[in-house]
């Protein structure tokens, strides 16, 4: 065997060696994304999130695509603190991370999905919230986030709000928005177009007071005196 045909030999071994340790990253990769990471972090996530909000968390089904950087929550519930009834649920939750928050330092979000959220608001008789506490500033002051949050869309939401001080219950009901973006740092944002919930940004949304008390003060925040009627009714809000 002369020296060419050993040189060739050699670097035909060396690239199978390199090929093996491609796939078997590969592999690794994908089988610790689809496979692994979901039911480790699941609990974790539940833990952590209960800590921060002083709320049960629960999450029922998590999902991870390490190649397009998605991620899938399904059925999550935070409870209330002060009573068993659930204060925000969401049917799933749809993120897709862009890459560019590699390089910019800041989260960038393709996408946001909310698919059947619900939120319970309580106002008190003292004029508090049932979300109050999470307002307050707790701890140093950090420095503020970076980010950007493109194509939100929120399908098919509904919100109660209970009127402690008006001994009154109202309802909204099959709620859908589109944003375009939130961001508080120089991104280019692109609607996006490819899943659009509704034909329009936002459909007729229903509103089902309790019948003893009406509408009125549904928007009604301390110290405003703003006070109207609407005993039933549906909005229809295009958002430039």
Sequence with gaps: MNDGEEKTKSLAGRVKVWFLWVAACV????LLGFFALPPLA???????????LHRKVTIQGLAFNPYRLTVRVRNVGIRDRQDPEAFVRCGELYVNLGAASLFRRALVLKEVRLTRPYARIV??????????DLLEKKGPETPPLHFSINNIWLVDGSVDFVDEPEAARHEVRDLELSVPFLSNIPYYTKRYEGRN??????????ISPSPASGCRGIY?????????????????????
């Design 123 to 132: 106002r008190f008789k003292d004029n508090t919230y049932n979300f109050s």
């Design 42 to 52: 699941r609990p974790l996530i539940e833990k952590e999130m209960t800590k921060a």
């Design 220 to 240: 009604r925040m301390p110290p405003s005196s703003l006070l109207f009627g609407c005993p039933r009714g549906k909005w229809t809000l295009t958002l430039p």
């Design 197 to 206: 919930p509704s034909p329009t940004p936002m459909r007729p949304t229903s």
């Design 27 to 30: 592999a690794a990769f994908t």
